[in-house]
C-alpha cells in the first residue's frame, strides 16, 4: 500500500515538476488569433481576461508553482478563444448596423437632394438654401468617413462617423421643406 501511495505520488510530482509550456504556447497562440480576429477592440473585456490570465501563468511558472501555471494557461486559452468568438459575433452585428444606416442614410440624402432641387427650380433665395446645402456636405463628408471604415472592415469608426447624421439630415430636411411651404402659402 505505501509503495503504490509513494509511486503515486512520485509521478504528481514529476508530472508537476515541468513548467506547462505546451499549455503556455497555446494560450499565447489563441492570444494571437484572438487579437487578429479584432478581439481587442470588440471583446476587450474577454481579451484582457486571456492577456492576465497568461501573465498570472507566467508569473507562476517564475515561483515554480507549475500546478497554478497550468491552470492559469489553460484559462486564458478558453478566455482568448472565448474573445474570438465574441469578436467576430460583435463584428457581424455591427456590420449589419452600419450597413442598414448606410441605405437609410443613402435614402435621407436622396430625398433631400431632391427637396434641394425642387428649391432651387422653384427659386427660392440662394441665402435660404446654403444652410441645408453646408448640411448635406457636412453629412456627405461623414459618410465618406464612414464608407472608407467600412472599407477597411472597422465597424467601430464607421459607426462613429454614421452619430447624428440621420438627425443632421432631417433638420435639412425640415428646413428645406420650411422656403417651399412660405411660397405656396405666398401666392395662394
Given at each position: 500500500m505505501r509503495l503504490s501511495a509513494c509511486i503515486v505520488a512520485a509521478v504528481l510530482l514529476v508530472a508537476c515538476g515541468d513548467p506547462p509550456n505546451k499549455e503556455m504556447d497555446q494560450a499565447q497562440g489563441a492570444i494571437d488569433?484572438?487579437?487578429?480576429?479584432?478581439?481587442?477592440?470588440?471583446?476587450?473585456?474577454?481579451?484582457?481576461?486571456?492577456?492576465?490570465?497568461?501573465?498570472?501563468?507566467?508569473?507562476?511558472?517564475?515561483?515554480?508553482?507549475?500546478?497554478?501555471?497550468?491552470?492559469?494557461?489553460l484559462d486564458s486559452r478558453e478566455h482568448a478563444q472565448n474573445a474570438a468568438r465574441e469578436a467576430a459575433d460583435t463584428k457581424?452585428?455591427?456590420r449589419g448596423e452600419v450597413e442598414r444606416d448606410m441605405a437609410q442614410i443613402a435614402a435621407l440624402i436622396a430625398e433631400?437632394?431632391?427637396r434641394l432641387n425642387a428649391a432651387t427650380r422653384a427659386r427660392i433665395p440662394r441665402r435660404t438654401l446654403d444652410g441645408p446645402r453646408k448640411e448635406l456636405a457636412a453629412v456627405d463628408e461623414s459618410v465618406q468617413k464612414a464608407g472608407a471604415a467600412m472599407r477597411a472592415d472597422d465597424y467601430l469608426a464607421a459607426r462613429t462617423a454614421l452619430q447624428g447624421v440621420k438627425e443632421r439630415i432631417?433638420?435639412?430636411?425640415?428646413a428645406l421643406e420650411t422656403p417651399a411651404v412660405q411660397s405656396s402659402r405666398r401666392t395662394r
Open positions: 488569433a484572438a487579437r487578429a480576429a479584432g478581439a481587442d477592440r470588440y471583446a476587450s473585456t474577454e481579451y484582457t481576461a486571456a492577456t492576465d490570465a497568461l501573465k498570472r501563468a507566467q508569473d507562476a511558472v517564475g515561483q515554480r508553482d507549475y500546478r497554478q501555471a497550468l491552470n492559469e494557461a457581424a452585428q455591427l433631400a437632394n431632391t432631417t433638420q435639412a430636411l425640415r
